[in-house]
């Protein structure tokens, strides 16, 4: 497996190696030994399957009581997987990383606790799996606007499809007083 640290700190970008022959495919995506030396080690709580269609974008999550690291991956389509500091305090606060996962190329993007994580669907259609370092907690979750002009993530689809939820989410800056704070 390749790691690729991204600028942001924690943030970071899984590679596995895919042996194909005429059969098919082999990829080992989670290895625990392998993501410590990599420098990812978390421990996976819970697994989640989604799927959607092109346009949908889902997020920015965040969950402050529980906070949630994520390994998120394509096993169908594409995705624009988007992750934004979202600790108070940190040298990167506001700063976003951003990649594209899908079925073909493979990778897997880690995001840490005290990260909002988002994406936006780049195929046709789309399933996504992920796994979480905590259990889902609704009501420690918030929802950071996708289009919030103080991030300026560069969204490659106009008009999303969202959930009202999402639609209905507020600047970073709103949640201030609620987000987690860096721990160095």
Known sequence: MNFVQTALPGVVIVEPKVFRDGRGFFAETYQKEKFAAGGIDAVFVQDNHTASTRGVLRGLHIQ???????LVRAVEGAIYDVAVDARRGSPTFKRWAAVELSAENFRQLYVPPGFAHGYCV???????????????????????LYNDPALGIDWPIKDPIL???????????AWMDRLPAYQP
Do not use: C, H, M
């Not at 959930?163 to 800056?173: F, I, T, V």
């Open 163 to 173: 959930s009202k939820r999402d639609a209905e989410g507020k600047p970073l800056a």
């Open 64 to 70: 402050l009581k529980r906070t949630q690291g994520k």
């Open 122 to 144: 780049l195929s046709e259609r789309v399933q996504v799996e992920y796994k979480v370092t905590d259990f889902y907690d609704p009501e420690s979750e918030i929802v950071v």
